[in-house]
Structures are given as structure tokens and as C-alpha cells.
């Protein structure tokens, strides 16, 4: 059982923030899926997907939704193979695991997928690829390449981001180089996690899995956060993330 969220990106909006719009709950081994709009679908500038355009009704059907299933990856594209080299991934892996791992991203649109993570031996672990690495100086991308699978990266709190106020900076542990940010529809449930503190590097760390030379800046640096899962939360459980209601 996973239970997904479409993250959609209001690009009308001067701030161009990220937030949930839709829920699906996929258990493929019962061929049971269901598909719900969230209170994010709320948002004016959102239009609600083909053929599912009523916002308070809960869609199932017996297969993938195919929102899902027309952003995998099959094994065919000429690129499949790079994907996994850049996720760490093997060739058996499960695709919707894989659309995971990238974001569920089109060239097309302006949507991300993400899974509500659950707690992993007492730990909240979320894999994810460093956003924002184009916008750096030169001397951050230049210190990017000399980062290997195994080094530690560092957090910090980007308060005075006009863009975003939950905004999280991943720096170098070497030099104090921002090299970009964490994910910005992902920094809500960091920030819940580690809370006000001035120190958040002492409850969490930053790993890197994988540096991909061969990789456009998106999928260049791909990471694994983690902290202790708390015992009263709950990912995802943000007021944007209910189920859609008049």
C-alpha cells in the first residue's frame, strides 16, 4: 500500500509555491486504487485533471490512475538505463517506485509526485534530488564536483527567502557553499521535524547517495535526509493536504 500526492506548482502566483492538490491510495497486489483532490485543489488557478473534474468526489478504478502511468519510464526509452545509474536503482525495480524517486516531473507541466513517507526503524528517510543547483555561483558548481557518494551535507534555514518561508539550504560541509535547496514541497514536514531549532544539523543529516556528472542539473546531486520520527507526527498532514471539501 502507498499512499501518494500530487504536488502542483501555481506558476500565476508571485511566489510560484508548491502544494498538494490530489491523493492516491495504490495497492497494486488488490488492484485497488483511489484517487481524491486535496484542499490545495482549492487554489483558483488550478484546473481539475480530464475526466475526473468533479473536486469532492473519490475516483477508484481496478488499474494505475493514468496521470501515474503515463509518467513512467519503460524499459525501452533510450534513457531508462541512465535513470537508474542516477537513483541508485537496479533494473528490476518497481516503475512507480522509480517515477518516485524522480519526482513524477514532465517538461510539459508543473507537477511533482511524492509518497507519504512512514517511519524506518524510528526514522523519518527521504531520498531526493537538490533543487535549485542552476541558480549557484560557479564556485559551488565547481566544488559539486569534487563531492563523492558517502559525504555529508549540511542544512540551514533560509528565513529571509521572500519566495518561500519554509526555504532550506543544503551547504557544504567543506566550505560553507550553498549548492542549492532542498525541495521546496518537501521543507514543510523537514521543518515540522526539526521545529525552531537554531541548530538543526545536530537532529538530522544529509547524505549523499549519488553524484551524477552525466546529469542535468536536476538529477545531479541525489541525497537521503534523515531524523528521528517523532512520536506525534504525522507526514503530510498539513491543512493542504485534507481531503477536498466545499
Not at 50 to 66: A, D, H, I, Q, V
Not at 91 to 97: E, F, G, R
Not at 157 to 169: I, L, P, Q, T
Request: glycine residues 4%.
Amino acid at each position: 500500500m502507498k499512499t501518494l500526492y500530487i504536488i502542483w506548482q501555481d506558476t500565476k502566483s508571485k511566489n510560484r509555491m508548491w502544494q498538494p492538490v490530489a491523493r492516491a491510495d495504490i495497492n497494486s497486489d488488490k488492484e485497488e486504487y483511489t484517487f481524491q483532490y486535496t484542499k490545495g485543489a482549492k487554489n483558483p488557478n488550478f484546473s481539475p485533471f480530464p475526466r475526473m473534474l468533479n473536486r469532492s468526489e473519490k475516483f477508484t478504478s481496478p488499474r494505475l490512475f493514468p496521470f501515474f502511468k503515463n509518467r513512467m519510464f519503460p524499459k525501452n526509452r533510450p534513457e531508462f538505463n541512465q535513470f537508474l545509474d542516477w537513483t541508485g536503482s537496479n533494473q528490476d525495480v518497481d516503475p512507480l517506485d522509480l517515477l518516485i524517486l524522480l519526482g513524477g516531473s514532465k517538461a510539459t507541466d508543473n507537477y511533482r509526485v511524492i509518497m507519504q513517507p512512514v517511519p524506518q526503524a524510528g526514522k523519518y528517510i527521504q531520498d531526493f534530488f537538490v533543487s535549485g543547483i542552476q541558480y549557484i555561483d560557479e564556485e559551488a558548481k565547481e566544488h559539486i564536483s569534487t563531492i563523492k557518494q558517502g559525504d555529508k551535507l549540511l542544512i540551514k534555514y533560509d528565513n529571509e527567502n521572500s519566495s518561500d518561508k519554509n526555504a532550506v539550504m543544503l551547504i557544504s560541509t567543506e566550505n560553507g557553499l550553498k549548492l542549492g535547496y532542498y525541495p521546496a514541497y518537501l521543507n514543510y514536514d523537514l521543518r515540522r521535524l526539526l521545529g525552531k531549532t537554531t541548530t538543526p544539523n545536530e537532529h538530522c543529516k544529509v547524505t549523499v547517495l549519488k553524484n551524477n556528472s552525466d546529469a542535468p542539473t536536476q538529477y545531479r546531486l541525489f541525497c537521503r535526509f534523515e531524523t528521528k520520527w517523532l512520536n506525534d507526527f504525522q507526514a503530510c498532514s498539513g491543512e493542504l493536504y485534507q481531503p477536498y471539501s466545499e
